[in-house]
């Protein structure tokens, strides 16, 4: 099944290896550079959605 | 090195090896009778030649391989074969190549190895695997023993025939100590003229000679005969040199002979006796108790209790069963087993070790450089003065054979020898002594080094401690929360997962499971949501504050338990520690900041630096440098950085590959480390004592034997030989001596 990065948008597989466990949730990652700026500062990015970033997918 | 027998030979040597283009440094030890070059674009041969043509032999070995190859082609491959490192030189005949090797670089097998990768395929035809310094060690104890046992034999009738009146026969039952067992003085002393220099054989040789040809034209004159002088002096001096022979080649037999012994191979179920280096990777050999374990392998059936000590330093056996490895030389103590061999021959550990052992008795230790250099003017002087000696003594009107006989005590008591014995015979005990008890020592200046270390800078994870992880501390807030996070960590494989896992051997049903690398695990037990990660990890997780401990348990979003974790000390290092606390100063270096970092000072009393990465561990050694000389204990691999910076690394190391660590001495533990540092001091004391003895003894005898103190005190000529050959006996022994 495939979810959506909440930091960068993208379409992911549940499979991947780049996840973080938020207050009891799981999220997914396409990648450790986004992982990274998710668990540096989850709420930001739960409260106002996906960016676009530059240099991470 | 063959035909080596003074600290001038040794320089002598050097200065062939040396002066051979693209030599960049040679290192000559007269004790282990080895040099050690270091080259670039050289071929071996010419060095080989180049010591040839000092009058001096390099030991090498021969080997006749088959090879498939056409004649044409057998020139370029020449060529080829030429260049491979070890090898001296190539010639040529029926579909054979003749190779002559140097046999501490190179063996047969691994020279057909070489082959095989160059895409010729090549078979040894000939050939035995005879171990090259034993036998070498073993011809020249032979050797020295023959001319001794003649020397006897002939200077007893010598002496009792001049002094019963029959000088003509005394002369001539003098003839075969003169020239038969003084021959090895005589050859050496013309080794050294051509060479432009002088040594040891040059005082004996000068010293019997005018004795002997002194007799003649006397006893032609109608005069005396003092052949008894001449035997005496080349019977005592071969005595010394016998001893010396002696004690040289069972330092050499020592280890060695564990790399051979026999060995019990099956053989279609039949049991044959075999040599251990006729064995091949794929054989199967028994072992039972009082055996020597062969060659490295692993165990296929049965269980023995072994002495690992050569591998561990350990002498309390240890159980070894079923797919368990063992390395060749350990001693089988009880049991039965089967062991399918791995590794035979230059690639087993025992061999590894020998090689570096041989490398390390090389080493010259910085005074060595000193003492070369009293060495190289010390036989010249003596000679200057023992003319000055002859004259003064003339020309206080004394008759010649007066004069003539101060002027060869002069020569026969100065004993160069014992100079150029004092720091390699104590090195080469050292290193062999610590080979023993699984040292491995690779520089043999690091003995000299490590024992005046000030600062001794520890590893933590894996050199004090075992590097696995076990539960110390818990505070459970929920009854239960350790099961259901045991039960958790089971499915996980992170190394500290496993100690979670194993606090409680109970395990409940996981739903679920959901693993955050470097974090944490997630999963459903028994209804209720299950956290075990870092305390950060656990603070996303949760809205209640959570405390600074190594391992955090969530039970439905709420602390349930917390874990301090610890890793456990190697036996023996708390004790070792403190014992080198009493004389310098002990630092902890780790990449951990938590509270293991804080465990160990505690536990060990110690100063800890922790939170460093690899390079941050070697800015401590280099200021640490700034104070005095450093040892860094660590891993030989990851910490290898260090281990390189510091004045002595000693690498920690398990595995069986020596070549792979940094470092400049290789242990198990460091449990062993005050025995090393013990004997490091006890080596350099060693060195000490002995240049102490060889300068005291010629400045104190070469005196009296040109007659100082005459007529109250003064020395023959052949209680001078005695003497002479008595200070280098007593240098090799001394070195030996360790309790």
């Known amino acids: 099944m495939s979810v959506l990065d909440p930091v960068c948008g993208m379409k992911v597989e549940e499979t991947t290896a780049y996840r973080s466990l938020y207050r009891g949730k799981v999220y997914y990652f396409c990648s450790q550079n986004c992982k990274k700026e998710f668990d540096a500062n989850p709420d930001k990015y739960l409260r106002e959605g996906p960016h676009v970033m530059k240099g991470c997918c | ?739």
């Open chain 2, 1 to 739: 090195m063959v035909g080596m027998h003074c600290a001038t030979c040794v320089v002598t040597v050097s200065k062939a090896l040396s002066s051979v283009d693209g030599v960049k440094k040679a290192q000559v030890s007269l004790a282990s009778g080895q040099a050690s070059v270091i080259t670039e674009g050289v071929r071996l041969k010419d060095v080989v030649d180049a010591v040839r043509k000092a009058g001096y032999d390099v030991l090498v070995a021969n080997v006749a391989l088959r090879v498939d190859a056409g004649r044409e082609e057998l020139s370029s491959l020449r060529k080829k074969v030429e260049e491979i490192d070890g090898v001296v030189s190539v010639s040529f005949g029926d579909g054979v190549l003749k190779v002559m090797y140097n046999p501490y670089s190179l063996s047969p097998d691994q020279l057909v190895q070489q082959l095989k990768a160059m895409g010729i395929r090549a078979s040894v035809s000939e050939g035995k695997s005879e171990l090259p310094e034993v036998e070498a060690a073993r011809a020249e104890l032979r050797s020295m023993m023959m001319r001794l046992l003649v020397a006897i034999a002939f200077t007893v009738p010598t002496i009792a025939l001049e002094f019963s009146g029959f000088p003509l026969y005394a002369l001539l039952t003098s003839v075969p100590v003169q020239f038969y067992s003084g021959l090895t003085f005589h050859r050496g002393a013309w080794r050294a003229l051509k060479n432009r220099t002088t040594n040891m054989d040059t005082l004996v040789s000068l010293a019997s000679n005018v004795a002997w040809f002194y007799s003649v034209f006397s006893l032609a004159q109608g005069g005396q005969v003092y052949v008894d002088t001449a035997a005496l002096l080349v019977t005592f001096v071969l005595i010394g040199k016998t001893v010396e022979a002696y004690v040289k080649s069972r330092a050499v037999t020592s280890v060695v002979r564990l790399q051979v012994s026999e060995a019990v191979k099956l053989v279609d179920g039949k049991e044959v006796k075999v040599s251990s280096s006729e064995l091949k990777v794929g054989d199967m050999v028994i072992l039972r108790a009082g055996s020597q374990v062969p060659a490295d392998g692993v165990i296929d059936e049965g269980q023995i209790w072994v002495d690992e000590s050569l591998l561990t330093g350990e002498v309390k056996p240890v159980v070894k069963g079923v797919g368990e490895a063992l390395v060749g030389g350990s001693k089988v103590i009880s049991g039965y087993a089967k062991l399918y061999v791995t590794r035979t021959g230059e690639s087993t550990y025992l061999a590894q070790v020998l090689n570096a052992v041989r490398e390390a008795q090389t080493a010259r230790l910085p005074v060595q450089d000193t003492v070369d250099r009293v060495a190289a003017v010390f036989t010249p002087v003596i000679l200057a003065a023992s003319a000055g000696v002859l004259a003064f003594w003339l020309l206080r009107g004394f008759p010649l054979s007066a004069a003539l006989f101060f002027a060869v005590a002069v020569l026969a008591s100065a004993c160069p020898c014992a100079l150029g014995l004092a720091t390699p015979m104590a090195v080469l005990t050292s290193v062999t002594e610590l080979a023993k008890r699984g040292i491995t020592v690779k520089d043999g200046e690091a003995l000299q080094r490590l024992s005046k270390v000030r600062h001794v800078v520890f590893d933590k994870t894996g050199t004090l401690t075992e590097g696995r992880f076990e539960v110390r501390k818990v505070k459970e807030i929920v009854p239960g929360a350790m099961q259901a996070a045991a039960s958790v960590e089971a499915l996980s494989s992170h190394p500290l997962a496993a100690a979670i896992a194993s606090a409680s051997s109970a395990k409940e049903k996981v739903e679920g499971f959901m693993e955050f690398p470097g974090e944490g695990v997630y999963g459903k037990v028994g209804g209720h949501e299950v956290v075990v990660g870092s305390p950060s990890f656990a603070r996303k997780n949760t809205d209640e504050s959570v405390e600074e401990c190594d391992v955090v348990v969530l039970m439905d979003w709420k602390p349930a338990a917390l874990v301090w974790l610890g890793d456990k000390l190697r036996e023996g290092v708390k004790e070792a520690v403190d014992e080198l606390k009493a004389g310098h100063h002990v630092v902890v270096a780790t990449g951990d900041s938590g509270t293991g970092a804080r465990w160990i000072g505690k536990e060990l009393g110690v100063e800890v630096v922790a939170g460093l990465l690899p390079d941050q561990k070697v800015e401590l050694v280099k200021k640490l440098k700034e104070d005095g000389p450093v040892a860094f204990v660590g891993d030989g691999i990851n910490d290898a950085q260090a281990l390189k910076e510091a004045d002595v690394g000693i690498a920690i190391s398990t595995g069986t590959e020596l070549a792979k660590y940094a470092g400049d001495i290789i242990m198990r533990s460091p449990a062993h480390l005050p025995y090393l540092m013990r004997a490091s001091k006890l080596t350099v004391r060693k060195v000490r004592e002995n240049l102490a003895w060889a300068f005291g003894y010629n400045s104190a005898l070469v005196p009296l034997a040109a007659g100082l103190l005459y007529p109250a005190v003064y020395i023959s000529p052949p209680v001078a030989a005695l003497a002479m050959s008595m200070s280098s006996v007593f240098v090799t022994l001394w070195s030996v001596a360790r309790k």
